[in-house]
Nanobody, 122 residues
Framework: QVQLVESGGGLVQPGGSLRLSCAAS????????MGWYRQAPGKQRELVAS???????NYADSAKARFTISRDNAKNTVHLQMNSLKPEDTAVYYC????????????????WGQGTQVTVSS
């Protein structure tokens, strides 16, 4: 009953920018945190950035200086502004949300989006 819908991926040249967005919908009671993970071919999925309900952020070292995560709590959305993109950023980016539902208000679970492709290439 929970869906995470991602948008904003695409093809950009090195040095370019993209803004990813993710909206969580469904029987959501409370969102503890939302974030973005990515997985490149042949590599493990890794955390890019996350933001908690109280506003605390966490970034991968490779992203900290270039990416900014933000949220709109009223809409259960999270955004990832990605600047100065590098070919190494090429990956499928997945939205993650840790939340509870009305059916289980005090049990937090992780939900995932379908992934959006980000390709950085000249």
């Amino acid at each position: 009953q929970v869906q995470l819908v991602e948008s904003g991926g695409g093809l950009v040249q090195p040095g370019g920018s993209l803004r990813l967005s993710c909206a969580a919908s469904g029987s959501i009671f409370r969102v503890n945190a939302m974030g973005w993970y990515r997985q490149a071919p042949g590599k493990q999925r890794e955390l890019v950035a996350s933001i908690t309900a109280d506003g605390s952020t966490n970034y991968a070292d490779s992203a900290k200086a270039r990416f900014t995560i933000s949220r709109d709590n009223a809409k259960n959305t999270v955004h990832l502004q990605m600047n100065s993109l590098k070919p190494e950023d090429t990956a499928v980016y997945y939205c993650n949300a840790r939340l509870s539902t009305y059916q289980a208000m005090f049990i937090m679970r992780d939900y995932w989006g379908q992934g959006t492709q980000v390709t950085v290439s000249s």
